[in-house]
């Protein structure tokens, strides 16, 4: 949503109220004015959209015993993290990251894990390119041009969301999301522990996409 510069006279003592109000939310003077407006005019801005998709990840992680959200209003990302099953439970980080418009994805999800161990930083490696191989095998024939991205670094898995098939309420992103997040950590940790080998992962995949009424 395109953003011009207006000139507006206000009372010294409305702008110190808006200010405080500003700082308690972790926001800024003019984005909580914007808020302040749209609300008012009952204009939903990507920032609400935003804040009403993570508000609804929290709440249907709420009951999950595998990931744990983090979320913090007026934000434009949320994390998730989840333990792994191998000595010293080491901990995976999920950090969404929607964009407010005019991007060519919808957001981002980046997976962050931090351990010593090379072994299991061999085995994340390959679960990652596994997991890439078979979206590119399903999801990208259905997608085209508008498939994920994909970047690999030291401790840093990345993905780009793709903008929804259809267009979708808050509430049914959120739960598209959220399906993801989850069977990406179920694949992972299952293959991480041996119960589950590349073709086990493909076929939950593909059950998974088969199903999926909208595709990120």
Request: hydrophobic share 40%; glycine share 4%; proline share 3%.
């Amino acid at each position: 949503m395109k953003k011009t510069l207006y000139s507006l006279m206000l009372s010294e003592d409305v702008v110190a109220e808006v200010d405080r109000l500003a700082h308690r939310l972790g926001t800024n003077r003019s984005n909580l004015i914007n808020q302040i407006l749209a609300e008012r005019v009952n204009l939903v801005t990507p920032e609400r959209r935003i804040n009403d998709v993570f508000s609804a990840i929290e709440q249907m992680m709420l009951s999950s015993r595998e990931l744990v959200p983090f979320f913090a209003p007026n934000t434009m990302t949320m994390s998730l993290k989840s333990s792994l099953e191998y000595k010293y439970r080491p901990t995976v980080k999920y950090e969404v990251e929607l964009y407010r418009g005019d991007n060519e994805a919808l957001g981002e999800l980046t997976v962050i894990f931090r351990t010593q161990s090379t072994a299991l930083i061999r085995s994340m490696t390959e679960f990652f390119r596994i997991w890439k191989s078979i979206e590119d095998a399903h999801l990208r024939p259905v997608l085209g041009i508008a498939a994920p991205k994909y970047a690999l670094y030291d401790g840093k898995f990345i993905r780009s969301i793709a903008i929804p098939t259809r267009d979708c309420s808050s509430d049914e992103l959120a739960g598209v999301l959220s399906e993801y997040i989850k069977l990406f950590d179920t694949m992972m940790k299952g293959y991480l522990t041996g119960k589950l080998d590349a073709r086990e992962i493909e076929a939950c995949y593909f059950s998974q996409l088969r199903r999926a009424e909208v595709l990120i």
